[in-house]
């Protein structure tokens, strides 16, 4: 047992990648976290991910060894995923003997438990959560026969390949079987999963190399199956979360690497390594990306309660928090003026006066967007109401400005407020008793065309999209600009308000995934 002195501690991390590996900066966090307070930490780095010879791990070794020669000797050691785990047990007692090694990040569940039984080893496995991350996704895809995990050939791999399988006898009524991506080449992986249809449930677990020995860095390998696939890419790893795949239950890489650095911490305090139990099941969270949600017509109610979401779009609550807190500041100011002149005859008929002024300008501010004066989203809901109880047939048009994110960040967002304003005075040029615009929020724009036929439904989808063709001037310069076009047609499309204008937007969202600045009906989508 150590005491516990005042003085800084020194702790080495190894990890068993490069720091450009996407979880490793996330596991460093939490051990600065930690850590910050009392020790100096120190950094290495196998990249087992690009160095997979062994003459490589005899150089680390080497290395490893010159370099702990030459420096003060550590208090403890933390090793971050499956390799560096195993160097430090190979290599503990002519390296780390006699200084507590603390693992984070071990897939292979086994041997870190029998790790764990020696006196100076103790730390977090990632044990994957498979099981809740299988069960979402055979309740969203209830037709599903076949549950296919994309691997690979590494350390890591070989351990979650084990674990994969062993569900198996939970889920009897599915067929198991893997994708390993250390046998395709880029090509053969990207044709292999785009044959699979919603009979399939896909899984994302890892992919680092192919079979031509090009190194999958970062997210490669998440936007190479995601972006080719059909169907959504579940995820067991936080890495890709935001570039393609769906999610699941994930595991917090920030937050093992924390309670890694916490169980050392605990040693400086005087804890026994014995003491220490080893984490068996890492803090898990159900995280999913809303974009792709979208793209697969997945509303967040068929989602479990508290997950978190990348990608989130505002709701119109969240967008216009601040103007309700003022509405109902107002709404709350005259109910007191109500109450106060309701005694005076003459107050009470100037009240009223003011109270009809100011109705009419909530009214208004109710219905028309502040900034460029078109009929808000609440005026669009609402005819569509109307419209659909009607047993209108008719088509609507959501378009929003591609890249419009840059204009505010390069020109400010007074430019940007110029283009919007532009947008809605062309826009309203192109009004008719068939035609009518309204803004969304943000850069979003729709319309509704009273009409049944999608051919006349396409041709003011090509009018908006002329709009774009005259250029905008923004501080005395001309800027080509550009929009992705959505149509949905009710009833074909949605039979209510909100499954509507849904499928305009996923109609959207499959231009703007293609490269942008086109048009696609929702059914063209809906019939492939």
């Not at 785990?85 to 200084?99: N, R, T, Y």
Request: with cysteine; proline share 2%; glycine share 6%.
């Amino acid at each position: 047992m150590a005491g516990f002195q005042k003085e800084e501690k020194r702790v080495l991390f190894i990890s068993s990648y490069s720091y450009a590996w996407e979880t490793v900066p996330q596991q460093i966090e939490g051990i600065q976290e930690a850590l910050s307070d009392e020790a100096s930490i120190d950094y290495k780095f196998m990249d087992t991910k690009n160095l997979t010879s062994e003459e490589s791990s005899e150089l680390f070794y080497q290395s490893m060894r010159q370099y702990l020669s030459e420096v003060d000797a550590y208090d403890g050691v933390i090793v971050g995923d499956d390799a560096a785990f195993l160097f430090a047990l190979d290599h503990q007692q002519e390296l780390f003997s006699d200084i507590p090694i603390i693992f984070e990040g071990v897939n292979d569940l086994q041997k870190a438990a029998e790790a764990s039984a020696q006196p100076l080893i103790t730390g977090v496995a990632e044990s994957l959560s498979y099981e809740n991350t299988i069960k979402i996704a055979t309740e969203l895809y209830p037709d599903a026969k076949e549950i296919v995990g994309v691997l690979d050939d590494t350390i890591t791999g070989e351990s979650e390949r084990r674990e994969f399988y062993s569900f198996a006898d939970k889920f009897p009524d599915y067929r198991f079987s893997e994708i390993n991506a250390a046998a395709y080449s880029r090509e053969e992986l990207a044709e292999k999963v785009a044959g699979y249809d919603e009979s399939t449930i896909l899984i994302y677990i890892m992919c680092s190399m192919d079979k031509n020995g090009h190194v999958y860095n970062g997210n490669d390998g998440v936007a190479l199956v995601s972006e080719n696939a059909d169907i959504p890419t579940f995820s067991i790893v936080s890495i890709g979360m935001g570039s393609g795949v769906l999610g699941g239950e994930i595991v917090s890489q920030k937050q093992m690497g924390y309670l890694a650095a916490q169980m050392l911490k605990q040693y400086f305090h005087g804890k026994n390594i014995r003491d220490i139990k080893m984490i068996a099941e890492p803090p898990w969270q159900f995280c999913f990306d809303e974009n792709v949600m979208r793209r697969f017509d997945i509303r967040d109610s068929q989602m479990p309660e508290n997950s978190e979401y990348v990608n989130h779009r505002e709701t119109f609550t969240e967008r216009n928090k601040q103007m309700i807190q003022i509405a109902a500041i107002i709404v709350t100011v005259l109910t007191l003026l109500i109450l106060m002149l309701a005694f005076d005859n003459l107050k009470r008929r100037r009240l009223y006066e003011a109270l009809e002024k100011a109705k009419t300008g909530l009214e208004h501010a109710a219905s028309y967007d502040v900034l460029t004066g078109l009929k808000n989203r609440g005026m669009f809901m609402k005819k569509l109401q109307q419209k659909i109880e009607k047993g209108d047939e008719f088509g609507i048009i959501l378009f929003d400005l591609d890249n419009f994110k840059h204009i505010n960040d390069s020109l400010g967002h007074n430019n940007g407020d110029v283009v919007l304003k532009e947008i809605a005075r062309r826009s309203v040029e192109l009004e008719d008793f068939v035609f009518e615009v309204y803004r969304l929020a943000g850069d979003e724009f729709t319309a509704i065309v009273s009409s049944n036929q999608s051919g006349i439904v396409r041709e003011y989808a090509e009018s908006v999209q002329g709009i774009f063709k005259k250029t905008f001037v923004l501080e005395d310069k001309e800027y080509m600009l550009h929009s992705s076009i959505g149509i949905a047609m009710c009833p074909k499309d949605g039979k209510t308000p909100k499954e509507v204008v849904a499928a305009a937007d996923a109609a959207m969202y499959r231009v703007k995934n293609a490269g942008k600045d086109d048009i696609a009906f929702y059914e063209e989508r809906h019939s492939k």
